[in-house]
């Protein structure tokens, strides 16, 4: 599967989130954790995709059920070292042991759900 392209604006200094429906067969996709295998989320944003000094996180998450839902976010407080600007991202899900509660978990199975560009406005009232 290829990630779909989704372009995102981020106001610096307030709270965004996005909800996604991940979908198998037109279906829900089951998150539910099965076999000792649980489902996690990750996206990261910089500003070219060999920038390895300035990544900066946005926060990923699965509900671990059978609704699908993917959450994207990003806090008012989070990242206020990055600058304002235009940045990429990407937002993957992965499959990881259940028991497994290391940062660096043993990985079973990655699907990248999108990408694209992340534009950040700066806040005039801070």
């Known amino acids: 599967m290829t990630a779909a392209r989704y372009d995102i604006t981020i106001d610096q200094g307030s709270d965004f989130a996005l909800e996604l429906i991940v979908k198998e067969s037109n279906?829900?996709?089951?998150?539910?954790?099965?076999?000792?295998?649980?489902?996690?989320?990750?996206?990261?944003?910089?500003?070219?995709?060999?920038?390895?000094?300035?990544v900066f996180n946005l926060g990923a998450a699965v509900v671990q059920n059978t609704d699908g839902k993917v959450t994207l976010d990003h806090a008012f407080n989070a990242n206020p070292t990055a600058t304002a600007g235009t940045y990429l991202y990407d937002l993957e899900i992965f499959q990881h042991n259940t028991s497994d509660t290391s940062p660096d978990y043993t990985i079973h199975k990655v699907t990248r759900l999108l990408t694209g560009s992340l534009t950040l406005r700066r806040e005039v009232t801070r």
């Open 27 to 54: 279906n829900p996709k089951d998150f539910t954790p099965t076999d000792g295998k649980s489902w996690g989320a990750r996206a990261k944003f910089r500003k070219t995709l060999e920038d390895d000094i300035k």
